[in-house]
Structure formats: structure tokens, C-alpha cells
């Protein structure tokens, strides 16, 4: 399984951008995998941002509570993250996760940057 994640870019404070990650090499395997976006900072670890499972329940990290929205599109097999009114802090890379109950995958991280 190979997982492709795009979408990232420099934008102001305030503004937003919504980030994908498609999933391909194996039939029916997006249907039974959990998704997730985590983030890397300048200096700092890989953090949790959002997670959705299968059945489409979401977590979100409480720094971007209200703002970010992931969702999933089995059709595309592709999963999003809709960014809105982002701040400087925002700013990293963003990598996608995907993992069933017998394999995981991360996807190669795009490159998100909030600057005036």
C-alpha cells in the first residue's frame, strides 16, 4: 500500500488550505483503514493532529479543535484535511498515516507554511 499525500503550501494567517492523501496499491484496502494526519514542527516531534477511523469517528489534537476537519472519501479512496484560520504555530510538515489491523503505512509529508 502506497499513501500520497499533498495540498500543503504557504499561506497568511487566517487563511486555509485542505490537504489530501491517496491511498493506492491494494482493491478495498482504504475501507478498512484507519486514517490520520500528524505534524511535524521546526525543532519539535511528530504530534497527532486527526485521526478517523473506519467507521468515520473523529479525534482531533486540542490545538486545532474548531478549525481543522478530517474526513474521508471511500469513493477515492482518499482522506482529507480542511484547514481553516490557520496560525504561524501551524506551520510544518504534515504527514498521513494509515493502518489496519495488519499493516500500516505513512505517506511522504507536504510541507505547510503560515507567514505573513
Known amino acids: 500500500v502506497q499513501l500520497q499525500a499533498y495540498g500543503g503550501g504557504l499561506v497568511q494567517p487566517g487563511g486555509f488550505l485542505r490537504l489530501s492523501c491517496a491511498v493506492s496499491?491494494?482493491?478495498?484496502?482504504?475501507?478498512?483503514?484507519?486514517m490520520a494526519w500528524y505534524r511535524q514542527g521546526p525543532g519539535k516531534e511528530r504530534d497527532l493532529v486527526a485521526s478517523?477511523?473506519?467507521?468515520?469517528?473523529?479525534r482531533y489534537a486540542e490545538s486545532i479543535k474548531g478549525r481543522f476537519t478530517i474526513s474521508r472519501d471511500g469513493a477515492k479512496n482518499t482522506a482529507y484535511l480542511q484547514m481553516t484560520n490557520l496560525k504561524p504555530e501551524d506551520t510544518g510538515v504534515y504527514y498521513c498515516?494509515?493502518?489496519?489491523?495488519?499493516?500500516?503505512?505513512w505517506g511522504q509529508g507536504t510541507q505547510v507554511t503560515v507567514s505573513s
Open positions: 496499491g491494494s482493491i478495498f484496502i482504504f475501507a478498512s483503514m484507519g
Open positions: 478517523i477511523t473506519v467507521g468515520g469517528r473523529t
Open positions: 498515516y494509515g493502518a489496519t489491523p495488519d499493516a500500516d503505512a
